[in-house]
């Protein structure tokens, strides 16, 4: 009798169809990655932008409740006033730019305070010529993302 001896081992078919496999596999894997650092990526870039806005939204709000004047016959897109410091300074938004100034009126001093802004609207509320409140409306645009911040300051000073 003949000693029969069984080789196992994979044929070459079968080592190329599991490589195969193996390479769909990991592009699939590849591609899930990448989309998720995109997603990572952009979001990050909006709550950059909205927390810039908001630190923006507070500096102004804080301006406005402690300010001794308030200019009431500025357009919507900017805000005047002498602060409690005594500073005369004003808020502005650039909309070729979309970015917020803040100037300072004695020295012309201008600096960003936030970019990535669609639009500022500053709607006083005017009684016996003194502006009473404020109500600021911010929005944040990144990309196709919009997003808006608010604020209501009534003016102590004014009260």
């Known amino acids: 009798m003949r000693n029969v001896i069984k080789k196992t081992a994979f044929t070459l078919i079968e080592l190329m169809m599991s490589i195969s496999i193996l390479a769909i596999i990991m592009v699939a894997v590849g591609i899930a990655l990448n989309a998720s650092v995109m997603n990572y990526q952009a979001n990050s870039d909006i709550s950059a932008a909205v927390v810039k806005a908001n630190q923006a939204?507070?500096?102004?709000?804080?301006?406005?409740?402690?300010?001794?004047?308030?200019?009431?016959?500025?357009?919507?897109?900017?805000?005047?006033?002498?602060?409690?410091?005594?500073?005369?300074?004003?808020?502005?938004?650039?909309q070729a730019q979309g970015k917020l100034y803040l100037t300072?009126?004695?020295?012309?001093?201008?600096?960003?305070?936030?970019?990535?802004?669609?639009?500022?609207?500053?709607?006083?509320?005017?009684?016996?010529?003194?502006?009473?409140?404020?109500?600021?409306?911010?929005?944040?645009?990144?990309?196709?993302?919009?997003?808006?911040?608010?604020?209501?300051v009534v003016i102590r000073k004014n009260m």
Do not use: H, W
């Open 57 to 94: 939204l507070g500096r102004i709000t804080s301006d406005l409740r402690c300010a001794t004047a308030v200019d009431a016959a500025e357009p919507n897109s900017q805000c005047s006033m002498v602060t409690s410091g005594g500073a005369d300074i004003t808020y502005s938004f650039n």
């Open 104 to 152: 300072n009126n004695s020295t012309s001093q201008s600096y960003v305070l936030c970019d990535n802004i669609g639009s500022v609207v500053f709607d006083r509320q005017v009684s016996g010529g003194k502006v009473k409140s404020v109500q600021i409306i911010l929005t944040v645009t990144v990309g196709g993302f919009t997003q808006n911040a608010c604020a209501a």
